[in-house]
């Protein structure tokens, strides 16, 4: 099937797809599942998938681009960054939204009880 999509689109387009198609399934839900936790078996499968969709992309199916080069030339992250990123924000978004919220509510708890005694 890549092979014939291959040839109507070029790599940017390629891309394109591959990111709304194959990346988007890949990585959904990923702040639940790509963790450091993740077993290296997983992790292996994780990344041949990401970089058989690179190495499609770029058609270079004798493996001769390294890792590093597939993902300079694609302008796309490693699923380790990607893991860093992903838990990264979802850290500072729990923060930014849920830490100040509790930290509010036990401000008022304390206050209340505070103005009862």
């Known amino acids: 099937m890549h092979n014939k999509i291959q040839k109507i689109l070029n790599k ?17 839900a990923a702040p639940i599942w790509l963790n450091k936790m993740l077993t290296s078996n997983l992790w292996t499968k994780l990344r041949s998938a990401h970089y058989r969709v690179l190495r499609a992309a770029v058609r270079d199916y004798k493996k001769r681009k390294n890792m590093t080069d597939l993902n ?18 979802t850290v500072i978004k729990s923060i930014r939204d849920g830490f ?12 209340y009880t505070e103005r009862r005694w």
């Open 100 to 111: 100040p919220k509790y930290l509010k509510s036990k401000l008022e708890t304390t206050l």
């Open 72 to 89: 300079k030339d694609c302008k796309r992250a490693t699923p380790k960054m990607w893991s860093n990123y992903i838990i990264t924000s």
């Open 12 to 28: 940017r387009q390629f891309l394109k797809v591959a990111n709304a198609q194959i990346y988007s399934t890949l990585y959904y």
